[in-house]
T-cell receptor
Framework: GENVEQHPSTLSVQEGDSAVIKCTYS??????FPWYKQELGKRPQLIID?????GEKKDQRIAVTLNKTAKHFSLHITETQPEDSAVYFC????????????FGTGTRLKVLA | DVKVTQSSRYLVKRTGEKVFLECVQD?????MFWYRQDPGLGLRLIYF???????EKGDIPEGYSVSREKKERFSLILESASTNQTSMYLC???????????FGPGTRLLVL
């Protein structure tokens, strides 16, 4: 079946540095790619999303890039802060129209003060 | 503000018990989902519903069933709980396809 691979599984950065998380998807018909942040003990919450007709989207310190040809998309966090520490999940829409999102396995980001 | 609630934050059940997990959303969303979250495995889809009384199997439906009699409520049923169903269960809803999913707070289920 369709799947989404997410790397790395854990990432530690110094406060103020940048963090990059990468996802690769298999369904060439996928056209919606959300990113969720899950803090410890809390529910996942959307932080940014991108659609296939756009190559890049930015929201303050967070940006997402999409390469449709290579079928991968990445989350970029600049000037990291301790409150960015969380698990981040990428997802891709199922292109067959089944309404599903296929999630990556998550990246645990630790920002070291 | 979208609100998705789940009936319990923590549950402890015995093997063989029938377990009901309920999810309610207050934003008239069409689509609702049940996931389980396990360390290293991410979010795995159990069942989803794109409309009232409609349901579709996700990636891991075995041992589960669902019910959606009203638009705002989506129930997950463990017909006969087993220890390998110990997990965090997350409900989500969204207005329609390719829109943001909003998650509930989760139910941590322990099956003894």
């Amino acid at each position: 079946g369709e799947n989404v691979e997410q790397h790395p599984s854990t990432l530690s950065v110094q406060e103020g540095d940048s963090a990059v998380i990468k996802c690769t998807y298999s369904d060439s018909a996928s056209n919606y790619f959300p990113w969720y942040k899950q803090e410890l003990g809390k529910r996942p919450q959307l932080i940014i999303d991108i659609r296939s007709n756009v190559g890049e989207k930015k929201d303050q310190r967070i940006a997402v890039t999409l390469n449709k040809t290579a079928k991968h998309f990445s989350l970029h966090i600049t000037e990291t802060q301790p409150e960015d520490s969380a698990v981040y999940f990428c997802a891709a829409s199922d292109g067959s129209g089944t309404y599903k999102y296929i999630f990556g396995t998550g990246t645990r980001l630790k920002v070291l003060a | 503000d979208v609100k998705v609630t789940q009936s319990s934050r923590y549950l402890v059940k015995r093997t063989g018990e029938k377990v009901f997990l309920e999810c309610v959303q207050d934003m008239d969303h069409e689509n609702m989902f049940w996931y389980r979250q396990d360390p290293g495995l991410g979010l795995r889809l159990i069942y989803f519903s794109y409309d009232v009384k409609m349901k579709e199997k996700g990636d891991i439906p075995e041992g589960y069933s669902v019910s959606r009699e009203k638009k705002e409520r989506f129930s997950l049923i463990l017909e006969s709980a087993s220890t390998n169903q110990t997990s965090m269960y997350l409900c989500a809803s969204r207005p329609t396809v390719q829109e943001t999913q909003y998650f509930g707070p989760g139910t941590r289920l322990l099956v003894l």
